[in-house]
């Protein structure tokens, strides 16, 4: 069997974001695909939610729920990496914010 050489796309300019496979891009399209059509049918469910069919409450936390499965489904294939910040030593590890100040406090207490 010929090996077929896989091309890459340039990644987004968005930070942590790598260039992608043609698959892993068809992989994300179709998923994509897939949330439209679930997110349409939301939305003819939504334009009875006037009348006492269907809760509103609960068709718009379904949306949330279908749009951060999607949304996590979509990370899992593009592996999207963690960023540098000025001043870090590593990025997987450092705080920010409040939380910091209150690692850098236990660790004065522990010394």
């Known amino acids: ?5 896989m091309t890459k796309t ?7 974001y790598q260039p992608q496979s043609e698959h892993r891009i068809a992989l994300v399209n179709a998923f ?3 949330e439209e059509r679930l997110l349409r049918e939301l939305d003819a469910m939504a334009d009875t ?6 809760d509103p409450r ?3 936390t379904a949306r949330t729920h279908f749009e951060q499965g999607f949304m996590a ?3 899992s ?4 990496s963690r960023v540098r910040l000025p001043g870090d030593e590593c990025p997987e590890t450092r705080p920010i914010g409040a939380a910091q100040a209150a690692i850098d406090a236990m660790r004065a207490e522990e010394m």
């Open 1 to 5: 069997m010929a090996s077929r050489s």
């Open 10 to 16: 340039e990644g987004l300019p968005v930070a942590g």
């Open 32 to 34: 994509k695909e897939t």
């Open 49 to 54: 939610a006037k009348h006492p069919r269907f």
């Open 58 to 60: 609960w068709l718009a």
């Open 73 to 75: 489904l979509n990370r």
């Open 77 to 80: 294939v593009f592996r999207p």
